[in-house]
Structures are given as C-alpha cells and as structure tokens.
C-alpha cells in the first residue's frame, strides 16, 4: 500500500475533527490510511475500522511508526460502540467516516469493483456474504431492476436486467468485463458519453453487496453513541444516496429541520439536539485537489460537534 492513495478532503476532515494530543479518534474507513495518519501525527491515538483484512500489515507498520497509537478492528464501523467498550473505553473526542469503496479496491482488479479492469464479480469490502455474481446470477428480474433503480438511480433499470437475466441464462455471470459489456449493449453503447453505461450497476451492486446505506445509518448513530460532549463527527460522502441520509441525520439531530406553517397549531417541542452543525451545507474538494484526484470530484464533506444531549437512539 502507498501515499499514492489519496485521501479526499484530508486537510478539510482533520480541520473538522481537530484531534489533540491524547485524544482517541475513530476511523471508521481505513482503507489507505490516509486520516489515521494525519490524526497520529497531531499525537491522537487512533481505533480505526476496516473490514478488509488486507490492510492488517499496513496499519501495524504505521501504529509502529508512531508508537502503538493505533489498533485496527476488523470489523464494520456500525460497530464501533461495542469495539469501545471491547478497549474498556466508552467514549471518544472523534469519528470521521469516507463512505464508499477505497481506491486501492478499485485498483485490484481481483476485488471485482471496476468496470475498467477485468476480475471476479466480486465486489466484498470483506470475505463474507454473498458476491455480485451471486446477485446477477439468481435475484429475479424484479429485484434486479430495484437495485439499479434504488441504489444505482438508473432510469434503464428494467431493460438492464431484463438483458442481464436472458444473458445468464445462457452462461452465468462470473467476470466483472462481461458484466460491463451485457450492460452496455443494454443502453445501446456508450455514444461519445462521458461516463461509462455500467457505471451506475457497478455502484449498485456494490452498494446492495456490502450493505452499504444501512451501515451508513447504523453507523451515524453508532457515532452518536459513542462520541463525548464537544466530540467531532466528520462523513464525507461520494453520492447523493449517502450524502442525502447523512444531511437528513444531521438536520435531525441539529434541531435544523422545517418549523412547519405559521397557521398551523405550534409543535410540542422535541428532544434537545444531540449536534450543533460545524458548518452550513457540505464542503466540496477545491480546484487544486481535483487536479490532483479527479476521484474527488463528487465528495462532499459534512460535519458537526456532540452536545451534552443523551442519544436519541441506542446504537449496536
């Protein structure tokens, strides 16, 4: 693994967490490193999340680097109260969650996530549960089309999976380019189109694989949970599906939502905000940054500060 890696948002996340010394901070996403590393080096210690076994020697290379300030738990970051009190700890000053697959994942053709490069149809952030050959191979056509449709919010929903079923019934899907390509011929072919005619399935099966939305929302009151009064929660999100519950969860827990009609009877006043939003709407990547990572262009940054509010909602 390497710095090639680029974290999206870096010095944006690290500002909105603002770790000190001897604070512990909660990475929930891994992946390259990139967060943890930025938070050691301000003297945080650091309980970071992966379910990819993988990245295991690269995170004990670096809590080595920095003396033993870091311990990786491979396990989902909607778990992450539990992994607390598993350190004989209940709180924390920061969680900062980068939903979505990591660019190394992208990179490995054998994790079966890119349309760009030919693998398994594989699509697991770990090594459990059913792979997105599993879902192409035997979900009926109509919960097919509800899965790009929902998680992938493609318009040919029914017309790719009517395509994908006929196909599989010939020969079972097994390769990620195989898949790309049914799919493509599906929408008529790409066109001069910018972006490729599989990207929206590709992010579907991957959403619907890994669970990814309702670990998300798990996950968000997991941080809710765990975070001491005066915490940081920083979620940078890569999609309008992640970015809308997490806006929606902060709005919430903000006590930033719609005040109704001023003809309408007044509302009982509700359970005090467990969250004083950081700052207004979302931070997107600078011009610089998508030079560099043109990955980046859709992330989007939102964050927010733990009152002394109890939490709404008891988290795993």
Do not use: W
Not at 177 to 182: F, K, T, Y
Not at 212 to 219: A, I, P, T
Not at 223 to 231: D, H, Q, W, Y
């Amino acid at each position: 693994m390497s710095e090639a890696h680029i974290s999206v948002l870096l010095s944006e996340v690290v500002e909105a967490i603002d770790p000190r010394e001897g604070d512990l901070i909660i990475d929930g996403t891994f992946g390259a490193g990139g967060y943890t590393r930025a938070f050691l080096e301000r003297g945080a210690e650091v309980l970071a999340f992966d379910r990819d076994p993988s990245v295991r020697g690269f995170a004990e290379a670096l809590s080595a680097v920095h003396g033993g300030r870091l311990e990786l738990v491979e396990r989902r970051f909607s778990e992450i109260r539990q992994s607390l009190k598993d350190f004989g700890r209940e709180h924390c000053q920061g969680v900062a969650l980068d939903i979505g697959v990591s660019s190394m994942q992208l990179d490995e053709a054998d994790r079966g996530f890119s349309f760009m490069r030919d693998g398994p149809l594989d699509m697991r952030m770990g090594k459990n549960g059913p792979t997105a050959a599993d879902l192409v191979n035997h979900e009926d056509v109509t919960e097919l089309a509800r899965i790009f449709y929902v998680y992938g919010e493609e318009r040919a929903s029914r017309r790719i999976a009517s395509a994908i079923v006929r196909r599989r019934d010939e020969t079972p899907f097994e390769r990620t380019l195989d898949l790309a390509e049914v799919v493509e011929r599906a929408l008529g072919g790409r066109k001069g189109a910018p972006v490729h005619p599989a990207t929206r399935v590709f992010q579907a099966l991957r959403i619907a694989v890994n669970d990814e939305l309702g670990e998300l929302e798990k996950g968000l009151a997991a941080a809710e949970a765990v975070l001491a009064p005066g915490g940081r929660l920083a979620v940078v999100t890569f999609h309008s599906l992640e970015d809308r519950i997490v806006k929606s969860f902060l709005n919430e827990r903000s006590g930033n939502i719609p005040s109704g009609s001023r003809h309408a009877p007044p509302k009982a006043s509700g359970p005090r905000p467990t969250f004083e939003l950081l700052f207004k709407g979302a931070k997107a990547p600078g011009e610089a940054e998508l030079n560099a990572n043109p990955r980046a262009r859709s992330a989007k940054l939102r964050a927010a500060r733990r009152t002394d509010a109890p939490a709404l909602r008891a988290a795993a």
